[in-house]
């Protein structure tokens, strides 16, 4: 079955501090894709990425990175140079089933980033 | 451009009472889906529109659940004879169509039931 933890319930940090959230996942399928969304307080789910499977390269968005690895089913996602901004809960989801649109989401963890 | 829009933002409800709450979906979005976040079970799917096809309704909870989409744009949940537990957040969300590829959803900020 298809299963996503997020091992860490509660980060705290210091702003600029850079921070990393753990994603690891359980699929059946061959090929999938991974997500992660930010819930600010204001309660919406914002869309950040999704990665497919078939690519493992690292990818860099300003201060949001993550980090692909097949070979140890993890998705993490790091944010460099943590701003107050960025307190939010983050979210790592995948799909049911392969060309399935609804997603399995994580129990989330929650980041707090102190000025 | 706008986003996905729900509402009431918030709803308070007697034990009992049906509720309808509301989604808009992004212009264009063929797909929309509903979920449902509370603190015991996370983030849970509820159903999923796709266009004209039938909707993929695996996550009602129960049959008090039920869920329309009048021509192929705004939906409505609606939950009969609500119970307690029936207490969550209740986010609507929408994407292009889906194909080869999956898409991001875009989720709206959200209704917020309480039973009481």
């Known amino acids: 079955a298809q299963k996503v933890t997020q091992a860490q319930t509660e980060i705290s940090v210091v702003e600029k501090e850079d921070v990393t959230l753990d994603c690891v996942y359980e699929?059946?399928?061959?090929?999938?894709?991974l997500f992660w969304y930010k819930q600010p307080p204001s309660g919406e789910l914002v869309f950040l990425i999704r990665r497919n499977s078939f690519d493992e390269q690292n990818e860099i968005s300003g201060r949001y990175s993550w980090n692909f690895q097949k070979s140890t089913s993890s998705f993490n996602f790091t944010i460099t140079a943590s701003q107050v901004v960025d307190s939010a809960v983050y979210f790592c989801a995948l799909p049911y089933n392969t060309g399935f649109q609804k997603l399995v989401f994580g129990t989330g963890t929650r980041l707090l980033v102190s000025p | 451009g706008a986003g996905v829009s729900q509402s009431p933002s918030n709803k308070v409800t007697e034990k009992g009472k049906d509720v309808e709450l509301r989604c808009d979906p992004i212009?264009?979005?063929?797909?929309l889906y509903w979920y449902r976040q509370s603190l015991g079970q996370g983030l849970e799917f509820l159903i999923y529109f796709q266009g004209n096809s039938a909707p993929d309704k695996s996550g009602l909870p129960s049959d008090r659940f039920s869920a329309e989409r009048t021509g192929g744009s705004v939906s409505t949940l609606t939950i009969q004879r609500t119970q307690q537990e029936d207490s969550a957040v209740y986010l609507c969300?929408?994407?292009?169509?889906?194909?080869?590829?999956?898409?991001?959803?875009?989720f709206g900020p959200g209704t917020r039931l309480l039973v009481l």
């Open positions: 212009s264009g979005h063929t797909a």
């Open positions: 699929t059946r399928d061959t090929t999938y894709y």
């Open positions: 969300a929408s994407s292009l169509p889906p194909g080869q590829l999956l898409v991001a959803q875009y």
